[in-house]
């Protein structure tokens, strides 16, 4: 059995044997020569994957925290949240959790957000913040984030905040060119590393904003990011045995580079929802959750049969060797979620697509 490409969870996701491998460096001080050199070394390569001249600020923590983080420094009033699927919702009730007021813009799950109807609903000057999932790992839909960007500027003085966990690494995200505010991931999604990492850039806007708000916390405090980002260093302990495996992985990244990275994840995008259209030619009435068009790179939601359920899909797969997975929150039975990012092959999911055809077709 291949030692890599039978695990294709959307997130976490599959890790190389060398990047995992790097963990078992010896640890280093914080505070020495050593972490800043290899703060260093890592900046520039984390700096081509967001296409920013921002610094990459580094978090020990899960996406969540600069989900949190985003809406600490960069909202101080009303925010709208886009919500169309779960983590959507998630970067919803994370603002209310935070004590700002906050209302949901929700389109069905399933469906991309509308750049004409996010402009009406900014129509008025209400809000002064917009929280987007760019790829909704619940749903598998690619909202239209440059465009939503242009709407949220022409607004007025909104800013947007752009989760991308699953869209970065995986689907193009020009933050600098999109004119994006705030863009956050974690590691373990289309970056291909263990969990426990966050990272996000914030542009100069956000910082003045930030320096206004007296309740943004300390964890995730942009301003000290900011501060300790431009010394290579981090406010407080990094996840040192993590960084060892983003240096790793990096150079992996940078030896692919970005364009052919992201070739590779629509290459497996499209062969995915072309293996759906093969199967509905055969008569097995499966189709993708998201409209043409509006399809995410990394992550695919395919709506079941109606005599298949997740759990079963996923239960036999996992007999066969796979991991894939059921649907999420109230998509959990109806769907499954196969998760083709990271440093899967089209070749690799290829081998997992002819399981599941034995699978859906019993
Ligand atoms: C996985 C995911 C998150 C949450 O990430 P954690 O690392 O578990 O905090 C947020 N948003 C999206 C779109 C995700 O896919």
Same mark, same amino acid.
Request: glycine letters at 10%.
């Given at each position: 059995?291949?030692?890599?490409?039978?695990?294709?969870?959307?997130?976490?996701? &599959?890790?190389?044997?060398?990047?995992?491998? @790097?963990?078992?460096?010896?640890?280093?001080?914080?505070?020495?020569?050593?972490? &800043?050199?290899?703060?260093?070394?890592?900046?520039?390569?984390?700096?081509?994957?967001?296409?920013?001249?921002?610094?990459?600020?580094?978090?020990?923590?899960? $996406? *969540?925290?600069?989900?949190?983080?985003?809406?600490?420094?960069?909202?101080?009033? =009303?925010?709208?949240?886009?919500?169309?699927?779960?983590?959507?919702?998630?970067?919803?009730?994370?603002?209310?959790?935070?004590?700002?007021? $906050?209302?949901?813009?929700?389109?069905?799950?399933?469906?991309?957000?509308?750049?004409?109807?996010?402009?009406?609903?900014?129509?008025?000057?209400?809000?002064?913040?917009?929280? /987007?999932? +760019?790829?909704?790992?619940?749903?598998?839909?690619?909202?239209?984030?440059?465009?939503? $960007?242009? *709407?949220?500027?022409?607004?007025?003085?909104?800013?947007?905040?752009?989760?991308?966990?699953?869209?970065?690494?995986? @689907?193009?995200?020009?933050?600098?060119?999109?004119?994006?505010?705030?863009? %956050?991931?974690?590691?373990?999604? @289309?970056?291909?590393?263990?969990?426990?990492?966050?990272?996000?850039?914030?542009?100069?806007?956000?910082?003045?904003?930030?320096?206004?708000?007296?309740?943004?916390? /300390?964890?995730?405090?942009?301003?000290?990011?900011?501060?300790?980002?431009?010394? +290579?260093?981090?406010?407080?302990?990094?996840?040192?045995?993590?960084? +060892?495996?983003? &240096?790793?992985?990096?150079? =992996?990244?940078?030896?692919?580079?970005?364009?052919?990275?992201? $070739?590779?994840?629509?290459?497996?995008? =499209?062969?995915?929802?072309?293996?759906?259209?093969?199967?509905?030619?055969?008569?097995?009435?499966?189709?993708?959750?998201?409209?043409?068009?509006?399809?995410?790179?990394?992550?695919?939601?395919?709506? %079941?049969?109606?005599?298949?359920?997740?759990?079963?899909?996923?239960?036999?797969?996992?007999?066969?060797?796979?991991?894939?997975?059921?649907?999420?929150?109230?998509?959990?039975?109806?769907?499954?979620?196969?998760?083709?990012?990271?440093? +899967?092959? /089209?070749?690799?999911?290829?081998?997992?697509?002819? @399981?599941?055809?034995?699978?859906?077709?019993?």
């Amino acid at each position: 059995m291949a030692d890599f490409g039978r695990f294709f969870l959307p997130g976490p996701t &599959e890790v190389r044997a060398d990047v995992l491998a @790097a963990q078992c460096r010896p640890m280093i001080g914080h505070r020495g020569k050593g972490m &800043e050199e290899l703060l260093a070394r890592i900046q520039p390569g984390l700096q081509r994957l967001f296409c920013t001249s921002r610094p990459v600020y580094i978090a020990a923590s899960s $996406a *969540t925290g600069f989900m949190e983080g985003a809406l600490r420094n960069g909202a101080r009033r =009303r925010v709208l949240s886009l919500v169309n699927g779960a983590f959507s919702d998630r970067f919803h009730k994370i603002a209310l959790a935070c004590g700002l007021e $906050a209302d949901a813009l929700t389109v069905e799950w399933g469906a991309p957000h509308d750049p004409a109807q996010v402009a009406d609903a900014l129509a008025g000057g209400r809000y002064d913040a917009v929280t /987007v999932v +760019h790829s909704e790992t619940s749903t598998g839909v690619l909202n239209p984030i440059r465009e939503l $960007a242009e *709407t949220v500027h022409a607004s007025g003085d909104a800013v947007l905040l752009v989760d991308s966990v699953t869209g970065l690494g995986g @689907a193009p995200c020009d933050t600098d060119a999109w004119g994006l505010d705030v863009v %956050l991931t974690g590691s373990q999604k @289309a970056m291909a590393l263990p969990p426990g990492l966050a990272f996000a850039v914030a542009q100069p806007n956000i910082l003045e904003r930030a320096a206004t708000i007296p309740g943004r916390g /300390v964890y995730f405090d942009f301003l000290e990011f900011e501060k300790y980002a431009l010394q +290579h260093q981090t406010p407080n302990t990094p996840a040192v045995s993590l960084l +060892h495996a983003l &240096e790793a992985q990096i150079a =992996r990244m940078d030896a692919e580079t970005l364009p052919v990275r992201l $070739a590779r994840h629509e290459a497996m995008a =499209r062969r995915t929802w072309g293996w759906v259209e093969e199967m509905q030619a055969r008569g097995t009435p499966m189709c993708i959750l998201a409209p043409e068009g509006y399809r995410s790179w990394t992550v695919t939601t395919i709506a %079941l049969p109606t005599h298949l359920t997740g759990s079963a899909v996923n239960a036999a797969m996992k007999s066969l060797g796979f991991t894939i997975s059921a649907g999420y929150g109230k998509l959990k039975d109806t769907t499954i979620r196969i998760g083709h990012m990271g440093d +899967h092959t /089209v070749e690799e999911l290829d081998v997992l697509l002819d @399981a599941l055809t034995t699978v859906v077709t019993r």
